[in-house]
């Protein structure tokens, strides 16, 4: 599966962006999508994952009651409203399809661009 970020940008601190990952093949509808961040400096982190029905999510504490994650698997595409940004938030966002937890370790097998996220304080 091919996976193309979209929707990053720079937003004041309190502001919104909406984040897209459209997927490529017909087996998306099967996979289990996430989103996962890279700060300047830092190791890549994650941030939120959903089920391949859309009935599962888990979020990171970081960002939990901030951001929501969805799909539509019609369009083959995952979301994510990211809502009350903060300056911490800034990084670049990776959209990841088939993920996979070992322990508290979570990573994917699919990995699409990066698109990045600036807010300004």
């Known amino acids: 599966v091919q996976l193309q970020a979209s929707g990053g940008g720079l937003v004041q601190a309190g502001g919104s962006l909406r984040l897209s990952c459209e997927a490529s093949?017909?087996?998306?509808?099967?996979?289990?999508m996430g989103w996962f961040r890279q700060a300047p400096g830092k190791e890549r982190e994650f941030v939120v994952s959903i089920g391949w029905s859309g009935g599962r999510t888990t979020y990171a504490d970081s960002v939990k009651g901030r951001f929501t994650i969805s799909r539509d698997n019609a369009k083959n595409t995952v979301y994510l409203q990211a809502d009350s940004l903060k300056p911490e938030d800034t990084g670049v966002y990776y959209c990841a399809a088939d993920i996979r937890r070992s322990g508290s370790i979570v990573s994917a097998n699919y990995w699409g661009q990066g698109t990045l996220v600036t807010v300004s304080s």
């Open positions: 093949g017909r087996t998306f509808s099967t996979y289990s």
